[in-house]
């Protein structure tokens, strides 16, 4: 049995699994693997009451995040990635941070690196509509090509990767945030009191994977209000 079977085993009961099993489920693993958690670090919302973006709105989300970071590396294909956008009714998606990236005729070194980091969550996303098989622990940057392969063709019609998007069960998603939630923690308590990180987690993987999984699951209605709180 490998480590992330303790978080994938089905409940057998007739019962959605409730946010103190959940917790505890995950810090079984946190044990197993030797990182540190605190009991009364808060649950998270349970699955009765959780409610969890379409399919359809994860796809549109991760397309408009790819092609944000393509302009960010090609600023020449900005007029056309717009237009790209607004053809398939995706530039009413697009945040309101995010159009003055995309139209931003230079970006800073800051804002690149941000929007290159947002991949991570790109790999989430992809994971949640079932793109990505599993998720590995948050320990390696994820490699571009992977991403890409998962994606429609650059610049084509990106309906059908839209429309046939089937996201994952509400159980797995939750059980994903409740670890997500939990490593965010043990990696800011590290990071705080100048310790190595534990089990070779990346801090700046886990705040990616974080806010992707917070806008899943509605932490706030809108992309850019996210938040991370531990």
Same mark, same amino acid.
Do not use: C
């Given at each position: ?84 956008? %607004?053809?398939? *009714?995706?530039?009413?998606? +697009?945040?309101?941070? @995010?159009?003055? /990236?995309?139209?931003? =005729?230079? !970006? $800073? ?24 098989? %599993?998720?590995? *622990?948050?320990?390696?940057? +994820?490699?571009?090509? @992977?991403?890409? /392969?998962?994606?429609? =063709?650059? !610049? $084509? ?74």
């Amino acid at each position: 049995m490998g480590i992330f079977d303790i978080i994938k085993k089905p409940n057998n009961g007739s019962n959605p699994k409730t946010a103190e099993q959940r917790k505890k489920q995950t810090e079984i693993l946190l044990k197993s693997l030797n990182i540190t958690f605190i009991d009364h670090l808060p649950l998270i919302e349970e699955e009765s009451e959780v409610i969890i973006r379409t399919a359809q709105q994860i796809a549109e989300r991760i397309l408009i995040l790819v092609y944000l970071a393509y302009v960010s590396e090609v600023p020449d294909e900005r007029e056309n990635v717009i237009e790209f956008l %607004k053809t398939n *009714l995706l530039w009413d998606k +697009v945040s309101p941070d @995010e159009k003055e /990236l995309f139209q931003k =005729e230079e !970006l $800073t070194d800051q804002e690149t690196a941000n929007i290159s980091w947002r991949s991570e969550g790109v790999w989430l996303l992809l994971w949640t509509i079932n793109k990505v098989d %599993k998720l590995e *622990l948050p320990t390696e940057q +994820v490699e571009i090509p @992977e991403i890409v /392969l998962r994606l429609p =063709e650059f !610049l $084509t019609a990106p309906s059908e990767f839209i429309e046939n998007a089937i996201v994952r069960p509400t159980t797995e998603i939750l059980d994903q945030s409740d670890l997500i939630y939990r490593l965010h923690w043990a990696t800011r308590n590290a990071d705080l009191n100048n310790q190595p990180m534990p089990a070779n987690l990346d801090f700046s993987i886990i705040m990616e994977r974080h806010y992707a999984i917070n806008w899943v699951t509605f932490y706030a209605d809108e992309w850019d209000e996210i938040s991370t709180d531990t």
